[in-house]
């Protein structure tokens, strides 16, 4: 089974741009979440995904959105970009109902300049 | 809020060493607490899942142990090897609801052989 596919893996940004990022989980989860790790505030959890519904937030501002298709395929938009969104994004996805045993994929590693 | 704390930061030691690394969250009460692993350029591998009810997990040379009422795990590594060479995050998960991890900011291990 293929795991976790993110794209792009890297992408660099100018201030004030928007970017969307794209997560493809393992086949047969519905369960989607995106985490951003900095160096600064480590690893944070941003929001999960379950059967196109939003279930939960982190603590991030409005900038900060995403969607999940019927496909399970889950998109993250950062709208008006800021320096501190440089980071390191990942994407779990999880065949359980509660979204846990979560597979990771590699990252999308955006800078923004 | 869920504060964890992980020291050290980095640690680098000869192969063959036994090593500790250290873990510990600010709310003691009931969580589950898992430990990952972090190839650079890649995302997380669960390592080892304590449950809320018990007390440690091994699996090969790893051993997770949990003390929730002083608010510590540690992680033991026998037997280091050049492979081992990753960082390592814990993560503290409230039980109920949804699987929303509180991350460590890990500890980067280098074995050197």
């Known amino acids: 089974k293929a795991g976790v596919t993110q794209t792009p893996r890297y992408l660099i940004k100018t201030r004030g741009q928007q970017v969307t990022l794209s997560c493809s989980p393992i086949?047969?989860?519905?369960?989607v979440s995106w985490y951003q790790q900095t160096p600064g505030q480590g690893l944070q959890f941003l929001f999960e995904?379950?059967?196109?519904?939003?279930?939960n937030k982190g603590n991030f501002p409005g900038r900060f959105s995403g969607r999940q298709f019927s496909n399970s395929r889950s998109e993250m938009n950062v709208s008006t970009l800021e320096l501190g969104d440089s980071a390191l994004y990942l994407c779990?996805?999880?065949?359980?109902?509660?979204?846990?045993?979560?597979?990771f994929g590699p990252g999308t590693r955006l800078t923004v300049t | 809020k869920q504060e964890v704390t992980q020291i050290p930061a980095a640690l680098s030691v000869p192969e063959g060493e036994n090593l500790v690394l250290n873990c510990s969250f600010t709310?003691?009460?009931?969580?589950?607490l898992q430990w990952f692993r972090q190839d650079p350029g890649k995302g997380l591998t669960s390592l080892l899942l304590?449950?809320?009810?018990?007390r440690e997990q091994t699996s090969g040379r790893l051993n997770a142990s949990l003390d929730k009422s002083s608010g510590r795990s540690t992680l033991y590594i026998a037997a280091s090897q050049p492979g081992d060479s990753a960082t390592y995050l814990c993560?503290?998960?409230?039980?109920?609801?949804?699987?929303?991890?509180?991350f460590g900011r890990g500890t980067s291990l280098i074995v050197h052989p």
């Open positions: 779990a996805s999880s065949s359980k109902v509660d979204g846990r045993e979560q597979y």
């Open positions: 086949s047969g989860h519905r369960s």
């Open positions: 995904y379950f059967s196109e519904t939003q279930r």
């Open positions: 709310d003691s009460a009931i969580y589950n």
């Open positions: 304590i449950q809320s009810s018990q």
């Open positions: 993560a503290v998960i409230p039980l109920g609801g949804s699987y929303i991890p509180t």
